[in-house]
């Protein structure tokens, strides 16, 4: 009695201590780590009953000026106050400002000379932004009674000051009209921009962030007015939009949207094939031919056309154009509409384009609709683009150039596939499930990666496997600690954007899907973050609350630890004891006297290494009468002893060396050459993250125990995973294996 007194006495003290550290374990819920729920954002990670959203629509006029590159145009934009806030003035994005001699990317960008030489390309990367000359010029600001507005330009974004102040349900109406010059991608490099074809003479325009935008204003950050400096994308806010896009009279244009007038700009051969188009589900029909670009080329026209486009409830708008574009479409079933899936490229991407782009971007779309939501736009198209990969509202610009023969290597088809893939999907996040990209590269890289990953394993089975798998993370995640940041880090401000915003978050939803929640729940889950949110604009919260809402698995450890910092996984066997249960008092006996149990090899702590020093024998006792305590029944002594004669126990000892806590995977190999795997949730860190201790009872004789045995968990150091335990291989005994 005595005892326990002190005992209680001192679990009393021991919890103060702790409450008093300010406890941060591992276990811990991540509690006020989140923001409060409120009517707009529910603490099931709902949109709320007053969740509100702004909104913007434009009316646009530009004319794509292709003797001097640039670009001229006119909008008139009608916002939308949907907020309960009072607002005196907007924030506009002015992207191309980037490029603005004055602009601070190139000022804040480092760089070094490694060895006393330079290719010109590179030179002109560090020379070149000072001679060419990008921003937006802002011709004028006016009202809808075409009075000016006042307007201050602070880098990339735009204050209107506005004549009287917008209340909730109120709409401002405004235009702006600018000019710019279009950045040559291979000189400057750029996600918009042109390339020029010094063989015939042409360029081909792939075009965004053209135009000034509205910046976010919402309950979490009111203005999202960080500046653009070139790495965090585009944060916005959904909106109609009607473009008129002025372009020579022999170019062919894909944008963001339906085409409005096809009659005007195709010719009645074209037109016939483009309606051909709309109820080919097996195969794309081409449009425009490789021999129509091809003739084009040689002739360039002087005159213009202009192609109109509409979009309904889409955040951005983007376009390209050129006389080189090959065109083709093939229409999609999806739920109770038929989009088309479209591309546009130069003879130079053929054959490999003509051949898989089209079939790519309806794999995705299918894909991922039945992953997410079904996909809601009319079109979805892959636009050929040199060197990047970058998505926009149903439309992207897509690498995977074949040789000059036409030939071309595995690794650039594959490479294409995957990247269309990737920039389709990109239509689901961001541009549908519309986070704030600015702020949290995750949101929209990591889950587009980690869709993308299921994706291509279902439609391209042969593509090697890159991003999105537990094993494919490892290099990173044991890496230099200076040069990681946690995934909860705003993307200006991270260090290895790839692995850290791409591969790190698909790995881990990878991981959450197989090894820790199982599909069924995950996938359940993962949909409904998607439903509640398409059109929407949700927080990293809303996502972790969500997975739990629709599951019942607590993950505030998984979130904890894999987002919020940057531990690693390494699981270690410090420790196996082996005993058998006696049969009988006589066989104990004989056991504990054979002193083979001294024999057994251990390392510098005394713990095993192998199985060499037998088993200790257990002896099963009598269960005292008073341990029963208040129960009336007992247990019957001898039918446990005799169902348990001659078990073997196994008491493992686990280490927690990465600090990610995570499931413990134990497969068991067996004398008789069986093996079971055994799965034990990551809880079982709940009470010791560091150290934890487990018996486990076997009725045959087990050779080896391995963690992890099939990779899932991103353990960055496997030798230790195994018992009898196993030595690092030295690098020259690595080297001697490769040689072999
Ligand atoms: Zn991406």
Redesign the pocket.
């Known amino acids: 009695m005595k005892n326990v007194i002190s005992l209680s006495v001192l679990i009393a003290i021991s919890l103060t201590a702790s409450a008093q550290k300010n406890w941060q374990g591992k276990f811990e819920q991540l509690g006020t780590t989140l923001p409060t729920p409120n009517e707009y954002r529910t603490a099931s990670g709902a949109p709320g009953q007053a969740y509100w959203q702004q909104q913007a629509d434009y009316v646009i006029t530009i004319t794509l000026n292709e003797k001097n590159h640039s670009i001229t145009g006119s909008e008139t934009i009608t916002y939308t106050n949907n907020s309960p806030d009072v607002l005196t003035y907007l924030w506009i994005q002015l992207d191309q400002n980037m490029r603005a001699k004055t602009s601070s990317t190139a000022k804040i960008k480092t760089s070094s000379i490694k060895k006393n030489e330079m290719s010109t390309k590179s030179f002109q990367a560090i020379s070149g932004v000072e001679n060419f000359d990008g921003g937006f010029n802002i011709a004028t600001v006016k009202d809808a009674s075409g009075k000016d507005l006042k307007y201050i330009i602070n880098q990339t974004m735009m204050r209107i000051d506005m004549p009287v102040k917008l209340n909730k349900g109120e709409k401002f109406i405004f235009n702006i009209a600018w000019s710019y010059n279009i950045n040559d991608r291979m000189q400057l490099g750029g996600r918009s921009g042109y390339e020029y074809f010094p063989k015939d003479g042409n360029s081909l325009y792939t075009i965004a962030q053209f135009f000034p935008r509205l910046a976010s204003y919402n309950d979490v950050n009111g203005w999202q007015n960080k500046q653009f400096l070139g790495r965090g994308e585009f944060t916005l806010i959904f909106g109609d939009y009607d473009v008129s896009i002025t372009v020579p009279a022999d170019h062919v244009v894909g944008a963001t949207g339906s085409l409005q007038n096809p009659t005007d700009v195709l010719t009645k051969e074209q037109l016939k094939r483009f309606e051909a188009s709309k109820t080919s589900f097996d195969k794309p029909v081409i449009i425009v031919t490789q021999d129509e670009a091809v003739k084009r080329e040689k002739n360039p026209s002087s005159k213009t056309k202009t192609w109109h486009f509409k979009a309904t409830n889409v955040r951005d708008f983007a376009f390209a154009s050129s006389r080189k574009f090959i065109w083709d479409a093939m229409a999609v079933k999806i739920g109770d509409k038929t989009p088309l899936a479209m591309s546009y490229y130069p003879k130079e991407g053929n054959p490999l384009w003509e051949k898989e782009s089209t079939v790519a971007v309806a794999n995705t779309i299918v894909g991922y609709s039945k992953r997410t939501i079904d996909y809601p736009y009319p079109v979805a198209i892959s636009v050929h683009s040199a060197s990047i ?1 970058m ?1 926009y509202p149903m439309i992207c610009f897509n690498f995977g150039r074949p040789n000059e023969d036409g030939t071309f290597s595995d690794r650039t088809k594959y490479g294409m596939i995957s990247v269309i893939v ?2 389709v999907g ?1 239509n689901f996040f961001p541009m549908i499930i519309n986070s704030d990209e600015r702020q949290w590269t995750w949101m ?2 990591g889950f ?2 980690f869709v993308q990953s299921l994706v291509t394993k279902e439609y391209y089975p042969d593509m090697p496997a890159r991003r999105g798998t537990a094993a494919s993370i490892v290099d990173y995640m044991k890496g230099n600690p200076d040069n990681i940041r946690p995934i909860m880090t705003n993307s200006e401000q991270l260090y290895q954007f790839g692995n850290n915003a ?1 591969a790190k978050p698909a790995a881990a939803f990878s991981i959450l899907r197989e090894t820790i929640m199982g599909p069924e729940l995950f996938d359940y889950a993962f949909k409904e973050y998607a439903e509640r949110w398409a059109f929407k604009n949700p927080e990293p919260a809303d996502f972790f609350r969500t997975m739990e809402d629709a599951s019942a698995v607590d993950l505030d450890w998984f979130w904890r630890g894999w987002f919020y910092t940057t531990d690693f996984v390494d699981i270690e066997i410090s420790n196996v004891k082996w005993f058998k249960v006696a049969t009988d008092e006589k066989s104990f006996e004989n056991k504990t006297a054979s002193g083979k149990i001294d024999n057994k090899n251990t390392d510098s702590d005394g713990n095993n290494v192998d199985f060499s020093g037998g088993f200790e024998p257990i002896r099963l006792t009598d269960t005292k009468a008073s341990e029963y305590r208040e129960f009336m029944n007992s247990v019957d002594d001898e039918a446990i002893k005799k169902e348990y004669a001659n078990n073997n126990l196994y008491e493992i000892t686990l280490k927690n060396k990465g600090g990610l806590v995570m499931p413990v995977i134990i497969e068991w190999t067996f004398k008789d050459g069986t093996k079971e795997i055994e799965r034990l949730p990551a809880e079982i860190w709940r009470r010791n993250e560091n150290e934890v201790t487990k018996v486990f009872v076997k009725k045959k004789e087990v050779v080896n125990i391995s963690l992890d045995p099939n990779l899932e968990t991103a353990d960055v150091k496997t030798v230790n995973n195994h018992f009898p335990k196993r030595e690092e291989k030295s690098k020259f005994e690595k080297f001697k294996e490769v040689k072999n």
Request: hydrophobic share 0%; net charge negative; aromatic share 10%.
């Open positions: 990969g998505e990737h920039e990109h929209d890289e587009d990666t791409y």
